[in-house]
């Protein structure tokens, strides 16, 4: 019930095209889902995030959607730049839990020139 | 520089010895995570501390994983006795307060090879 599960595990887009990262959760106690964004050898950053009581959250060319009915958000990157090239991360936590992160799996996303 | 820090950024130890790793978290956050990421994998919460307190441990092996956050100085992530499958990157996430409105930052992570 803890897992957060996140598709695909990779993704090549043509520069200026959409990426779209998707991630399913189960536990309905998760109360915030976080979008990181890792290159290699570094830390995962924060990239956005989003809480239940929305649908849509947009920063920039990174939006994004959530489905509370369903259990499950996304991540769309916008006009997509090879520098966007990097490993994602779609994560949830609960209040009651302390806040500690359940991460998926992850995606590695390639953009090419 | 007023983000997470952690050391050493690599690490290399051979079976059976220990490994000290450390984080200084943000200032004026005084809540610390401490993730494993395997490699190719996503990354697994391991322990949450506050000061002098560990909050939750439920992530953590239960032999030769030990976490400390003392009242000064950082973090150790303490892994005793190493076995070749203890080599990953360990991240540590610091935050202002409990809760998820509070976001988690990480540092750079260690990475630890163990031979």
């Known amino acids: 019930q803890q897992q957060v599960k996140q598709s695909p595990q990779s993704l090549i887009v043509q520069k200026g095209g959409i990426s779209i990262i998707n991630c399913a959760y189960e536990?309905?106690?998760?109360?915030?889902f976080p979008w990181y964004q890792q290159f290699p050898g570094k830390g995962p950053a924060l990239l956005i995030a989003i809480r239940p009581d929305v649908s849509e959250k947009k920063e920039g060319r990174f939006t994004i959607s959530f489905n509370k009915s369903a259990k499950q958000f996304s991540l769309h990157i916008m006009d997509s730049q090879p520098g966007d090239s990097a490993t994602y991360f779609c994560?949830?936590?609960?209040?009651?839990?302390?806040?500690?992160?359940?991460f998926g799996e992850g995606t590695q996303l390639t953009v090419n020139p | 520089n007023a983000g997470v820090m952690q050391n050493p950024r690599h690490l290399v130890r051979r079976r059976g010895q220990e490994a000290r790793l450390r984080c200084s978290p943000m200032k004026g956050h005084s809540h610390v995570y401490w993730y494993r990421q395997l490699p190719e994998e996503g990354l697994k919460f391991m322990v949450y501390?506050?000061?002098?307190?560990?909050?939750?441990e439920s992530g953590m092996p239960k032999e030769r994983f030990s976490a400390e956050f003392p009242k000064e100085g950082p973090s150790i992530l303490r892994i005793q006795q190493v076995v070749r499958g203890d080599s990953a990157a360990y991240f540590c996430a610091s935050s202002q307060s409990a809760g998820s409105s509070y976001e988690q930052y990480f540092g750079p992570g260690t990475r630890l090879t163990v031979t």
């Open positions: 536990n309905t106690a998760f109360d915030y």
């Open positions: 501390l506050q000061k002098e307190n560990i909050i939750d």
């Open positions: 994560a949830a936590s609960a209040e009651t839990s302390g806040s500690r992160l359940t």
